[in-house]
């Protein structure tokens, strides 16, 4: 049965009550001892009962029809709406207003439901003589027999054509409006990705890597960079807060920030957060009455492939390095970059020796809060890091595959929960 909506089924619901109610009036009035009362009782029925009729003819399609639903009476409402004359319709089938957008299933449940002497309402779209739709809410009811069975059938209609026509009109605008701003999406997500780091490139600079990067939704809040001149590698991990297209716009910024910023080939990490930091305060908040209140975690990692020295600085985003079984969690300072502060951004340097064989890993925290699992719990770190030490020996496309071969079995049925991104690169 097809959802009905609510003001025509209240419109419904009204008239079936006040004729129920009618007919109880009646019942208790011919209950009378007194003849002459029951004479006058009568005609006052007979003349409330007309009204009644009266009524119905202005609002509804009415019809009766026999236990094979041929028409044996119709209404004027029924015939001006139809198209139809009533000598038209007289023992013809109800389907001679049947439109072919109806499905079948819908009269198949409404005839068993009569048949079986009980009452159907539901919607059906019609067909007009001249070839139009125009849609109803029926109510159709069985007067049983003696021996319990259909005799005839009674049907009420409520024309809903401006309704649904109403409906379809806000459907195809919502239609039109969703396809236009997936277009625009998808042009957004088109930007984005030009400003990242092609995978080629990314191979290039690190022969050995691998990288997973998926968004929550279309377009992702996170970014990155890795360039390469040289003996010198630059690698920068970011993520905006929230996700979609509001987290992108910041990542896109940060983005051609960092490009500017990158150009002169600075190999300090503090340095270069501090920049960004400075640039995207200033940009954010031009509008002072409603600044952009979206800031980003990020991590810059510069590599001396020479003299095997990794110097980073870290605003609360996380790394680790696999060197063999030994796992090295990178330190972070409590700070995220874009937030408005008369303070000095709490961000400083950090080196590491590193060893041919070791491998860096940077991560945004959607990684580790991902729902799933058994308990629906996050991921988390923990679970993470063993993932990635049971695998860490492994050729990095395999390491790849199981990374996440296990997000994908932990989050089963879930929905992800935050843009992902995980970089892997191997020091050789």
Partial sequence: MKTIS???????????????????????????????????????????????????????LFSIS?????????????????????????????SIVRHPDTPAHVFKEMWSTIGNGKVWQGELKNKAKNGSAYWVLATVSPVLGEDGKPIRYISVRVD??????????????????????LENIDYAKYIHSSFLTPEEELKAAFPESFLIYHAQKIISGDFYKVERRKDKSIIVLGDSTGHGVSASYISVMALNVLSRIMENW??????ILKDMDHELNRIIHLNKKTPIIETADMI??????????????????????????????????SCTIGAISDKQLPLTNKEILLQHGDILYLFTDGVADQFGGPNDKRFNYKHLYQVINENSNQPMWMQR????????????????????????LKIV
């Avoid at 409330?48 to 609002?59: D, F, M, P, T």
């Avoid at 809903?160 to 701003?181: G, M, N, R, V």
């Fill in 6 to 60: 609510p003001i025509a089924l209240s419109e419904m619901k009204m008239f079936r009550n006040n004729l129920s109610d009618f007919f109880k009036v009646i019942d208790q009035q011919f209950r009378s001892p007194d003849p002459m009362q029951d004479k006058q009782k009568l005609y006052a029925a007979e003349a409330e009962l007309y009204s009644h009729a009266q009524i119905l003819n202005l609002c509804s």
């Fill in 66 to 94: 026999d236990p094979k639903g041929r028409v044996i009476y119709a209404n004027d409402k029924f015939c001006e709406v139809s198209g139809y004359t009533f000598d038209e319709l007289y023992n013809k089938p109800h």
């Fill in 401 to 424: 595959n199981s990374i996440v071969e296990a997000l994908t079995e932990w989050k089963g049925n879930h929905d992800q929960t935050d843009d992902m991104t995980l970089l892997g």
């Fill in 266 to 271: 600075p190999d300090n990490p503090f340095s």
């Fill in 300 to 333: 810059v990692c510069c590599i001396d492939h020479k003299k095997m020295i990794l110097k980073y600085a870290s605003a609360r985003m996380r790394g680790v390095i696999m060197r063999g079984e030994q796992l090295i969690e990178l330190e972070r300072d």
């Fill in 160 to 181: 809903i054509t401006k309704q649904k026509l109403a409906e379809e009109a806000l459907q195809e605008a919502k239609t039109k409006i969703d396809h236009e701003l």
